[in-house]
Structure formats: structure tokens, C-alpha cells
T-cell receptor
Framework: LAKTTQPISMDSYEGQEVNITCSHN???????ITWYQQFPSQGPRFIIQ???TKVTNEVASLFIPADRKSSTLSLPRVSLSDTAVYYCLVGSDTGRRALTFGSGTRLQVQP | DAGVIQSPRHEVTEMGQEVTLRCKPI?????LFWYRQTMMRGLELLIYFNNNVPIDDSGMPEDRFSAKMPNASFSTLKIQPSEPRDSAVYFC?????????????FGPGTRLTVT
């Protein structure tokens, strides 16, 4: 799986938009980009997945530039409940379905 | 759906004892994963199954760890004998082959403490 690099931590305030960028310079042609969220004392939760350009769902947006060497998870108008660790993962759908988690980005939302 | 169910939620045991963690995946899901999370090592994949067959157990730390999936609705992770370094939160997750490749549903975890 391609190695990913993301900030260790970020701080924000309620109501702000938060963008977390993940670098994956060695992404392969078949690789997808997936983001998970983990609250304290809970298992990770799937947020969004994409291959190129932009993907949006009810929780977040995922922006992927043309070269796909990075991606940005965008959380609109965060609230205190968005305080969590966010993981960026890269992998291909070539049979191995297992996830390899990095250290993630710890997002702290302040009132 | 109740989601992925794990039991027990907390387990405290003494070194040398056998520990069995249990998991019930979401009905209809054909992949089941066992992960372990610690502060030092983060979230690690231990083993995963497809249609009840173990596919990749390269993450299992050593022979003290074993996992089984006797049917589509039940899996166990056993540690025998347990050691203090096995203390961690163990997560079970399941997924469906037809979903997005990496969309997995995690259970609430079992917090294991070995004294």
C-alpha cells in the first residue's frame, strides 16, 4: 500500500471549515483514497472514498487533484462532535481488502 | 441492523490465562477483520477472513494468537497464554464485497487488560 503522510494534529473552532491534507506520492494507478474517523473509545468509521476529482457525501468532501499525489478531506462547519482522529488510507481493489492505518490527524474543535 | 457486535466489551485477566474474544459481523457481510489498537503501535490488522476462510494472518503476532470463523455469523480471537503486552483494544470489522473496497464497519471493540 502507498505510504501516506498527514499532519499529526489540527485545531479549529466551531463553525469553521476544516481541510485535512494527506500526501501519497507513491499512489498507484489502481489505488483508491479512503478516509476514516475515530472517536475516543470507538472503532473507526468510514467517511468517504474517492479515486479522482471530487467526491461529496452528507458528511464531507474529498478533493483529489489530477496527479492524485495528495488529497484533501474537507469538513464543513465543524462542531465539537467532530473532534476525532482522521485517517487517510490508500490502497487498490486487487483482492486484498485489509486496511493499513497510519497515525492519523487528531482534530480538536474548540467552542 | 445492530452493527458488528463484540463481546466482552472489557476483559481483565492475569498473565498466563486464556482469553477469547468474540465477534458477530453484520448479517450478509462476507469479509471479517480483526484489528488491535495500542498507543504505541496504533491500529494494526491481525487477520482477515473471506467467506469464513482465513485469507491473511500475517499480522498475528505469534503462535499464542489464533482466530477462527466457524460460520458466517461468528468469529473468535483467542490468546493463550496471555501476556501483559497483549493489553490493547481489539476491534472486529466486517464488510461486503460489493461495497466500496475499503468501507468496513467496525465493532465497539474489546478492551483487554492483562495483569
Amino acid at each position: 500500500l502507498a505510504k501516506t503522510t498527514q499532519p499529526i494534529s489540527m485545531d479549529s473552532y466551531e463553525g469553521q471549515e476544516v481541510n485535512i491534507t494527506c500526501s501519497h506520492n507513491n499512489i498507484a494507478t489502481n489505488d483508491y483514497i479512503t478516509w476514516y474517523q475515530q472517536f475516543p473509545s470507538q472503532g473507526p468509521r468510514f467517511i468517504i472514498q474517492g479515486y479522482k476529482t471530487k467526491v461529496t457525501n452528507e458528511v464531507a468532501s474529498l478533493f483529489i487533484p489530477a496527479d492524485r499525489k495528495s488529497s484533501t478531506l474537507s469538513l464543513p462547519r465543524v462542531s465539537l462532535s467532530d473532534t476525532a482522529v482522521y485517517y487517510c488510507l490508500v490502497g487498490s481493489d486487487t483482492g486484498r481488502r485489509a486496511l493499513t492505518f497510519g497515525s492519523g490527524t487528531r482534530l480538536q474543535v474548540q467552542p | 441492523d445492530a452493527g458488528v457486535i463484540q463481546s466482552p466489551r472489557h476483559e481483565v485477566t492475569e498473565m498466563g490465562q486464556e482469553v477469547t474474544l468474540r465477534c458477530k459481523p453484520i448479517s450478509g457481510h462476507d469479509y471479517l477483520f480483526w484489528y488491535r489498537q495500542t498507543m504505541m503501535r496504533g491500529l494494526e490488522l491481525l487477520i482477515y477472513f473471506n467467506n469464513n476462510v482465513p485469507i491473511d494472518d500475517s499480522g498475528m503476532p505469534e503462535d499464542r494468537f489464533s482466530a477462527k470463523m466457524p460460520n458466517a455469523s461468528f468469529s473468535t480471537l483467542k490468546i493463550q497464554p496471555s501476556e501483559p503486552r497483549d493489553s490493547a483494544v481489539y476491534f472486529c470489522a466486517s464488510s461486503l464485497a460489493s461495497l466500496n473496497s475499503y468501507e468496513q464497519y467496525f465493532g465497539p471493540g474489546t478492551r483487554l487488560t492483562v495483569t
